[in-house]
Structures are given as C-alpha cells and as structure tokens.
C-alpha cells in the first residue's frame, strides 16, 4: 500500500511538471506569435479597385520617401496609411488610373481639391488633441488649409511644412508680425529657442489669437512668466485688463518690449495726477529738475512693484 501511494504520487507530480511546461511553452509562442503581428504591418497590395502602393511606386518613384519614411510611413500605427491602405489612403482607390495609363482624371489628386476638401481628408486621421478644435478655427474660417503650410512629399521643414521652420512659412501671411522678430528686443524666436507654436496653436484654440495656454492674454503669459500671476493687494488696472496693453509680446526697440518708451507709456493713462501730467519736452529738460524722469528708468525708478503690489501701503507700487 505504502510502495502503492508512493508511486502515485510521483506520477501526479510528473503530469503536473509536464502540464506546466506545455503551458508555459504555450504561452511562450502565444506571446512571440502577438509580438510578430504587431510587428509585421499588413501591407498595402491590390484588392478590388486598389492597385497596392507597388504599383503606384512603379511610376511616381518620386514620392517613395513620404511612404518609406516619415510619420505616414509608420507601420507599426494602425492609423497611419502605410498599415491601411498605403497611397491608396488619401488618394483613394487607383486601379483604374493605373490600368488607363495614368488618367489624372481618375485619381485623387490632394493639392487641386479645394482646401476645404483637402482639410477634411486630413483631419479624417488628425482630429485629436491640438488638432481637435480645427473645425471652425480662424485658420479654417479664413480658407486656410492644411495644405496651405504641410506638404507631405515636398516637406521643407518638420512638421511636415512646406518652408525650413516654423517663423519663414507663417512670414507667408504674418509678416509685419514676423518682422517684428528683428526689433532690439524680441522674443527669442529668431535665435530658434521658441517658435510661434510655443505661444499659438495654429490647428485651433479656446484663447483668442489662437493662444494655447489659458482663456485669456494673461493667462497665456503668465502660463511662462508665473511670478506676474498675482493676485495682489494692489492690482494695477492695465496689468489686470492683458499684458498687450503694455508690452508686445512679438517684439519692440523698447526696453522689455513695452509699446512706448516710458514716461510717455505711463502717460497714456497717468494724465490728471500729481506730477504725471508734466510735458517732458525739451523745454521741461533744460529748465526743471524734474525732467530726470525722462531717462534711465523714469517712472519705475520709484514705481518698480508696477505689475502688483501686496503691501499694505502699496498703492503707488512705490518700492
């Protein structure tokens, strides 16, 4: 009996050894087979009325580098047209263009659609996070496409844009704003450590300008230059309405890029009180002491809290 229970035993923990090794090699090609799906893109050959990206790359050998490389080349992204469809994604189905010698008539061709037409093919794909608010953007209201700043077979520049950076291709419409670039005291865009993008979200936007940060001038700002957030005892009233009303955030030959030299800033809304109201002319700069307040710092010299103050007695923003 003992010999009996003892062989038994051994037996039911062979079984189970050899279970678990059937189990765990099952697994083990389960995993390695999924892996090689994964990896392994379906590609885009001739089925019904597609002619497969082959036959498209026999003639427009030209435009191979847009499906070979690049973000539409992703395979490995179930999204991306070289896991659908490959050419045959955006310019739809081709086998009747191919078998009528390269009718133009019978394929889609993206750069002559209109650019309302062309955007919706494009946001069929990219119409999450930046790109979610395209549809009735400023951008959009105005007739301006994703073709009009993205190429994908002729790209000059990342993303995907038809100039080398981001300021050249927005100089196109924006170049008073761009000029501004070349003003004594600029944002750092022409030393290429921000770009529009930094401050705008072209695809669309809750903030007015197409802003991305915040609901308002202010909280754009202030998304970068924290310490001006405030809240303060003594809020100064232009601060509190937007920055623009002061600076020019594009760039200005002013010191930290303010719209006008100080005092005469200041004096755009200081004209009842005190010794605001002084004329700095030149008269005033030879024959009264207080014309000093027309160099150096002028107002801020004593003002210098001018963004908010939380004293106590900080109503005059004195320091």
């Not at 990896?39 to 070979?68: F, N, R």
């Not at 690049?70 to 739809?92: I, K, V």
């Not at 009180?273 to 030879?286: E, G, I, N, Q």
Request: glycine share 8%; net charge positive; charged share 20%.
């Amino acid at each position: 009996m003992h010999s009996f229970c003892k062989t038994f035993f051994r037996g039911a923990a062979l079984a189970g050894l050899v279970a678990g090794l059937l189990a765990s090699a099952g697994t083990a090609s389960a995993a390695t087979s999924g892996k090689a799906t994964v990896q392994q893109a379906p590609a885009a050959k001739a089925q019904g009325e597609y002619a497969g990206q082959d036959t498209c790359l026999g003639c427009h050998e030209d435009k191979a580098a847009a499906v070979k490389d690049g973000p539409h080349a992703r395979a490995f992204n179930p999204n991306s047209p070289a896991a659908t469809a490959g050419c045959e994604s955006c310019h739809g189905a081709g086998k009747a263009h191919a078998e009528a010698g390269g009718d133009k008539s019978l394929i889609k061709g993206i750069s002559k659609l209109p650019v309302n037409q062309s955007s919706e093919l494009c946001t069929s794909c990219h119409d999450r996070k930046k790109h979610a608010l395209w549809a009735g953007s400023q951008h959009d209201q105005r007739n301006v496409g994703c073709t009009s700043c993205h190429s994908v077979h002729a790209a000059k520049g990342a993303p995907q844009l038809k100039a080398k950076s981001e300021p050249e291709l927005c100089a196109s419409c924006h170049k008073a704003i761009v000029n501004k670039q070349s003003r004594f005291n600029h944002m750092p865009v022409r030393e290429s450590k921000l770009g529009c993008s930094s401050c705008h979200n072209v695809h669309g936007s809750t903030n007015m300008k197409l802003l991305k940060a915040g609901t308002t001038v202010d909280e754009s700002c202030t998304s970068c230059h924290s310490e001006k957030r405030g809240p303060y005892l003594w809020e100064h009233a232009p601060v509190a309405d937007a920055c623009v009303t002061c600076h020019d955030p594009h760039g200005s030959n002013n010191d930290r890029m303010l719209v006008a030299k100080a005092p005469f800033l200041c004096q755009r809304c200081h004209v009842t009180a005190r010794h605001p109201p002084t004329v700095y002319d030149s008269y005033a700069l030879k024959n009264s002491s207080a014309a000093n307040r027309i160099s150096g710092r002028s107002c801020l010299v004593c003002h210098q809290l001018i963004h908010g103050s939380n004293s106590p007695n900080g109503k005059a923003f004195l320091r």
